[in-house]
């Protein structure tokens, strides 16, 4: 007997050789997406760390509610007091109320909270001597801020999150009314909420120190 003449011989119906260009392709995607991931990331944290490559990097960041834009030159705003335009006063129980992830510096007495439009709330006390305004408010709300070439903006961990820490020349920020100077800002967010520190004289260290000893409301 010939058996491979015999096998020769056999019909069989062999099955189609299978396509893997998709399957390439899906990978090769997918180590792209990751690759570009990874290059955006690496361009965001030049960008915070050297002042010359966040003008041509970062033009805009959002943190929470708060959007921040990088623009060629400031439009005009006044400088006001840091409680101008706050609301109306309002009690602890209220603001805690409006706004369940309220936060309030470690003093006693609490300073006086203040309560605006889009359950904006804050209060203006004294940190080391000088003023401070601390807001905050949530998912309904949302703050502008322009800053220029004058003004740093440095990436920051505060309360185990990422956050902002805008130093140097003055900003312009917008919220409530028309928009003002706004000096030294840190800015940080939850899933739900996004906090505010701003004070003329504040330092980084000083900010970062104060946004940490907050406590719950």
Avoid: C
């Avoid at 090769?28 to 050297?50: D, G, I, N, S």
């Avoid at 309002?90 to 510096?105: E, I, N, T, W």
């Amino acid at each position: 007997m010939d058996l491979e003449h015999e096998l020769r011989a056999l019909r069989i119906e062999w099955p189609a050789t299978p396509s893997f260009a998709v399957r390439v392709e899906r990978r090769a995607r997918r180590r792209f997406a990751v690759a570009a991931a990874v290059v955006a990331v690496a361009a965001l944290a030049v960008a915070f760390a050297v002042p010359s490559s966040r003008a041509a990097i970062l033009r805009f960041f959002d943190i929470g509610g708060a959007h921040v834009e990088l623009v060629d030159t400031l439009p005009s705003a006044q400088e006001r007091p840091l409680d101008d335009g706050l609301g109306a006063p309002v009690s602890l129980a209220k603001a805690r109320d409006v706004f369940p992830q309220l936060l309030v510096p470690p003093l006693e007495p609490l300073p006086q909270l203040r309560l605006a439009p889009g359950n904006f709330v804050s209060a203006v006390f004294a940190y080391r001597g000088r003023p401070v305004l601390l807001s905050e408010f949530g998912s309904g709300f949302f703050l502008k801020k322009l800053v220029s070439g004058e003004t740093s903006v440095d990436h920051v961990r505060v309360r185990g999150t990422d956050g902002a820490w805008l130093s140097g020349g003055p900003h312009v920020v917008f919220f409530n009314r028309s928009p003002r100077l706004a000096g030294n800002v840190l800015l940080w967010a939850t899933d739900h909420a996004t906090y505010r520190l701003e004070g003329p004289a504040l330092t980084e260290a000083d900010a970062v120190a104060l946004a940490n000893s907050l406590r719950r409301g």
